[in-house]
């Protein structure tokens, strides 16, 4: 039994911070580069008691098992702008010293059958803690915009109807997803001359004779 929620739940919430305090630094670090940035922005979440308990229910994951079967109990999203930059993200984090990937779901390639498109990794985190170093389970989903999108209008929808959605709302869900894969494909086609424009303005204006050649294209 978790007899203390609030000191079962302390190292995941530290996990959450440290760890969007280091994905938003990878943003920062490409923006102060110069680069393009594969990051768009990051939000994270401990998960709350009640939904650890109802998924834990639904599982049959017995309360002293939570902590190695539940392993959204601190749970990131990163956003992209493009799907490429999904695959630059995940192979960076592949990289990283402070973060070991043991598992890496593609619903990209394979996408859930209700439209969901994103990629999860589980990596194992170190959080240090004043009774020693504790590591834990965090999921990372990694998404574009596009699919996030999708995929927060379907999660408010799926809270209404509790899963159980009229036929109506289904077919619009598919054509939406149909709609933000498009999105994506489209985007990426024209990713390159985004990037240019992006990269342009992004040098003062005016003063960037590159700048004026596009402004005279
Ligand atoms: P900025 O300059 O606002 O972009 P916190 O712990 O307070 O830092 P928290 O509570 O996790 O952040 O906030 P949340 O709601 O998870 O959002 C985290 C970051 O994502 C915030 O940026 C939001 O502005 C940004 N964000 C949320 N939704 C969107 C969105 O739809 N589009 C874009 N572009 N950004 C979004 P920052 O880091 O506070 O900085
Ligand atoms: P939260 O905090 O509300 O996001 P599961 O979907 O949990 O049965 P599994 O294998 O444990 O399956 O994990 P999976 O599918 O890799 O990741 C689960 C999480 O992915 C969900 O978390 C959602 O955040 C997201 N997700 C998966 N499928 C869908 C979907 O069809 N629509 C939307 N909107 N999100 C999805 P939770 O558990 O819902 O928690």
């Known amino acids: 039994m978790i007899e203390d929620w609030n000191q079962f739940l302390m190292p995941y919430e530290q996990a959450v911070n440290e760890l969007k305090v280091k994905l938003r630094g990878i943003r920062k670090q490409f923006q102060e580069s110069n680069q393009h940035t594969s990051i768009e922005f ?5 998960k ?4 650890i308990l109802t998924k834990a229910k639904a599982r049959n994951i017995p309360e002293d098992r939570i902590e190695i079967e539940m392993q959204d109990i601190a749970g990131l ?3 992209c702008q493009f799907v490429d ?4 993200v995940v192979k960076m984090i592949r990289t990283r010293k402070d973060m070991n990937v043991v598992q890496e779901r593609d619903y990209i390639t394979n996408k859930k059958p ?5 990629y999860h990794l589980v990596i194992e985190y170190p959080v240090q803690l ?10 990372i989903q990694i998404r ?7 995929a927060t209008i379907e999660h ?7 899963g159980e959605f009229p036929s109506e709302i289904t077919r619009r869900l598919e054509n939406a997803a149909e709609a933000a894969y498009q999105l994506d494909e489209e985007m990426s086609k024209i990713r390159e001359e985004i990037q240019e424009a992006q990269h342009l303005f992004s040098h003062g204006k005016g003063k960037d004779e590159r700048f004026q050649k596009y402004l005279n294209k």
């Open 42 to 46: 990051v939000t994270g979440r401990v």
């Open 48 to 51: 709350p008691i009640d939904s």
């Open 77 to 79: 999203r990163i956003m």
């Open 85 to 88: 930059d999904i695959h630059e």
């Open 114 to 118: 209700s439209g969901y498109r994103s």
């Open 130 to 139: 004043i009774t020693g170093e504790k590591i834990i389970f965090v999921e």
């Open 144 to 150: 574009t915009l596009s699919m996030n999108f999708w």
């Open 156 to 162: 408010s929808l799926n809270y209404k109807y509790q």
